[in-house]
């Protein structure tokens, strides 16, 4: 099966072998024909109508500001509507470092977006600590944290790039099973009893 | 400078003044605070301006050099202070004379571990109350499990400690609360889209007017001056990109200028030149992003779409020098790390041709807009005494009448041969630090046009030793960045590694003074004030 999205030509996109590979995954078992098109039809939706949350710690930010600009416009693709309060969101695109003091909030801000969520790590920071590896005070990476659905390396990321990280996102969302199956959502359940949130001494 | 010189001789017999080539005095700690009150209100001495404190850990010893600046005669001068016990040390606190210094000083307790007697607010900056160590200290213990990353919330604490000496000289500490035990306390922040960034206020408000608020910090404090200890002098050049991400070219520019004078490198004009047109180019797409963001937060949209298509064309220009859009790390040590692309001139005068419709289309859409004028006149204002008592330096120490300016009082590279116009307005509100940011572009696209033609030939990097060592002393420069006086303190042992490099970021006092600014005026009201500030958050938290 070819996933694209906004009509990019397949072999156009970098790393289609983890897709094959999340689709073989997914419908391994095959498809019951009825769920099979719900789930196309929701994931449709899903896919393009992503809102971003408004997020950002330093400088990928800014850049983040110029792709809602009219330059890079991404207004064309549906994520133009950035939310301020979680609740609205469906993705953080985690645009910046992230330090112990930061690491609650963001977790909780995680905790806060509702159903179906997605992550995106953007910039060298939030991915693996970046320049600030040898940082006391610096999270190295952000999935230490939150599960990361698409990591996006740069310091800081284009727009462009920023763009592409999106559009794997939207295609990531689009193999996703709905109904039945293990979809991604038990695999981030793992990850959050993995790493459980203290108990809280107020 | 003979002057105040013997004015401190005479009244402090114990005081040693070296040249450094800022004159630096020594004096016993006791003594500190009596010299203090006299820099501050001998009409002799007269230093209204505190740049920065730095907190220093010699090993043997610990202390700080307070930098202070006469804002009457432009004297600079710097006061060593130093403790030799390691366990408590305790130095007498300045907050009274200079307001700023309530800041100042919790920054270098947070790094150091230092007391400040009589400061009334003595908590950590930046780290949590929990965090065990003094990360600035040289023997402070890094490993990752004795502090490590938690998603547990941060424990939160309403009180704050005063030390005071009792009549045997020993400290007493008393705890005092932050806001008072019936104040309405509003969270605003971290995660807000009208704070620039990652900051927190917390709010003490009676009705809508507001009380107090408590600046707290730390969100993105990134602990850059510890990492530059660590890495070699070209290595720490980079992370003035991420700073403040704005001025990327003019606090490269002093850092490199700052290294260049410790060892003795002569840049060649053509370097110079690129520099200053790089900051300058930089200063005019800060200011337009400033009021892209700033005309948003007041809910004018539109505007950030109309200052970003020149925002754009700026990046683009750079881009093509420099090979990236934002974290550029162009100026090097020596010079600047390559030459101009062909096209920078002609993409250059094609942005000058440009800039003067597109104010004029900025002023047509928000400046005369009505609710703008309500919103922003008289709002958040900010007397000179004010300005300079906080420290408040750029364009919105401009704004209040204070003719702060770097290019001007301490020219450095070229700009003493540049013309141009030093804007300050007197109102000191909100309006005038959005008015003072829109005429400084034009002041800028000034200076531009007058290099411009005149890039004068020569090589655009002087060569510099493989391996850069320093000799032994220290150096302070400042520049004018995007958004105040930066400066650089840079500490050297003889190695190839900075001992200490301190950088003295604008957008810290910038912050610092909201709590004061906004008192008594309505909430609604931060977020115009907090905006016309115009701070960088990652600037502050370092």
Known sequence: MEVTTKSMPYEAWKDNEYIEKLVAELQGAGTNVIVGSLDKLINWGRSNSLWPLTFATSCCGIEFVSLGAARFDMARFGWEVARSSPRQADFIMVAGTIVHRMAPVLRRLYD???????????????????????????????????????????????????????????????VERFFGGVNRQEKQKEFLAAHPIEEVND | MATIQETITRLFPDATIEQNPIAQVSVPAQQWHKLAYELRHNPELDFDFLVTIVGMDWADKMGCIYYLTSTKTNAHLS????????????????????????????EVYDFFGIIFVGNPDMRRLFLSIDWKGYPLRKDY????????????????????????????????????????????????????????????????VDGETIKKIDVYMGYIHRGIEKICEKLTYPQTLHFMDRLDYFSAHPYHHCLCMTIEQAAGIEISRRAQVIRVLMDELSRIASHCLFIGTYCMDLGATTMLFYTL???????????????????????????????????????????????????????????????????????????REDAIDWSITGPSGRASGWACDVRKTDPYSIYQELEFD??????????????????????????????????????????????????????????????????????????????????????????????????????????TIGGSMDYIVPDMDR
């Open chain 1, 112 to 174: 806060q977006l509702a159903e179906p969520k997605y992550v995106i790590a953007c910039g060298a920071c939030a991915v693996s600590g970046g320049p600030f590896k040898k940082s006391y005070h610096v999270v190295m990476g952000c999935d230490q944290i939150i599960p990361v659905d698409v990591y996006l390396p740069g310091c800081p990321p284009r727009p462009e790039a920023m763009i592409y990280a999106i559009m794997q996102l939207s295609r990531k969302i689009k």
């Open chain 2, 79 to 106: 006061v060593k202070v130093t403790t030799a016990d390691r366990e408590n040390p305790s130095i007498d606190s300045v907050s009274h004379l200079w307001a700023i210094a309530t800041i100042f000083e919790r």
């Open chain 2, 141 to 204: 213990d890094e490993n990752p499990e004795v502090n490590p990353v938690t998603t547990e919330n941060e424990r939160q604490t309403d009180f704050t400690t005063l030390y005071t000496r009792d009549a045997y000289g020993k400290l007493v500490a008393e705890e005092k609360r932050v806001f008072e035990p019936d104040d309405f306390v509003v969270n605003i922040g971290p995660q807000h889209p009208a704070t620039h960034g990652v900051l927190r206020f917390r709010t003490a």
């Open chain 2, 309 to 383: 298509r020149v925002r754009e064309q700026i990046l683009d220009i750079m881009e093509k020098t420099c090979g990236a859009r934002m974290t550029f790390n162009y100026e090097c040590i020596g010079g600047v790390m390559q030459d101009l692309a062909p096209d920078f001139v002609d993409d250059v005068k094609a942005l000058l041709d440009v800039i003067p419709g597109n104010i004029k289309e900025y002023n047509k859409i928000f400046t005369g807009n009505v609710i703008a004028k309500n919103r922003m006149e008289g709002v958040g204002r900010l007397s």
């Open chain 2, 422 to 527: 030093e804007v300050v307005r007197t109102e000191g509100d909100a309006m005038a630090r959005f008015k003072v940011r829109l005429d400084e572009i034009t002041q800028s696209a000034r200076i531009i046009s007058q290099l411009i033609d005149n890039i004068p030939e020569g090589e655009y990097c002087v060569k510099v030793p493989k391996v850069l060592k320093l000799p032994v002393g220290s150096w302070f420069r400042t520049v004018e960045g995007c958004r105040g006086t930066f400066g650089i303190y840079l500490e050297s042992d003889g190695n190839t590694k900075p001992y200490r490099l301190k950088i003295v970021p604008p957008c810290l006092p910038a912050a610092a003074v909201v709590d004061h600014i906004t008192r008594g005026s309505k909430i609604a009201d931060l977020i």
